[in-house]
């Protein structure tokens, strides 16, 4: 079934989306620890892979504060993307990293959770929960082996973006007026990211993170003029 266009969002809309986003990436991380505690790594991790896309929506609506209202096409990609299983994961990626990753060593974890969190990602999340029929060797396949330590990891970087988002909300960075100071810095500052239907290219991810960086800086800097705290 085809996906509805929805057309232009105002910053307003935006700001209630990432709030939105960020309550569920609570939610799941919230689950994802009971399952844990209860000795179901598989289930947690698929609570983690979803959170990973939540991540991911969260980069994409802030991306939407750059696209001009009268932007049809723009729009139009934008919902694309937004509905992308490897564009969310590769924004949830992002989310993932600390602030304080070099940027030499993006290209490594991206290519070590891109089959985790990229382009198989609605793959893997599907083999945490359904039994399948493997046509090759015509034997049933129950949901994949997960190590408690591989759910472990991941719940450990979910929790931390987590909670550098909650931060950055109780700092009013969701807010209209940083919204729009963002808008503005962006749009003196275009960044073309990655083609999302590409391989993965380690040193095309750290070019883009640098320039992310770079731009990141600017935006702090406005904001800090405009009083809002980073401590």
């Not at 809309?13 to 399952?35: F, K, M, Q, Y």
């Not at 602030?99 to 945490?128: K, Y």
């Not at 503005?184 to 750290?206: H, R, T, Y």
Request: overall charge negative; charged content about 25%.
């Amino acid at each position: 079934m085809a996906r509805r266009q929805h057309g232009a969002l105002n910053l307003e809309e935006i700001s209630l989306g990432l709030e939105a986003c960020i309550d569920n990436v609570g939610g799941l991380v919230g689950d994802a620890n009971l399952l844990l505690d209860g000795n179901r790594p598989i289930r947690a991790l698929t609570c983690l892979l979803v959170a990973g896309q939540e991540l991911g929506k969260v980069q994409n609506l802030l991306h939407m504060s750059t696209i001009s209202p009268e932007d049809s096409d723009g729009w139009k990609r934008f919902w694309r993307n937004f509905f992308n299983h490897k564009n969310k994961a590769a924004g949830g990626l992002l989310a993932l990293l600390d602030p304080s990753t070099p940027a030499d060593e993006v290209g490594r974890w991206g290519i070590l959770f891109n089959s985790l969190l990229g382009g198989t990602a609605e793959q893997e999340r599907t083999r945490t929960l359904y039994v399948d029929l493997d046509s090759e060797t015509r034997s049933w396949v129950s949901p994949m082996s997960v190590t408690p330590e591989l759910a472990e990891t991941l719940l450990r970087v979910t929790e931390q973006a987590w909670e550098r988002l909650m931060a950055a909300r109780e700092s009013g960075l969701h807010s209209l007026k940083a919204l729009t100071i963002i808008q503005e810095v962006c749009a003196s500052v275009p960044i073309v990211g990655p083609d999302p239907e590409s391989p993965a290219d380690a040193v095309e991810a750290a070019e883009y993170y640098e320039k992310l960086l770079s731009r990141n800086e600017i935006i702090r800097e406005r904001l800090t003029q405009n009083g809002f705290d980073f401590t």
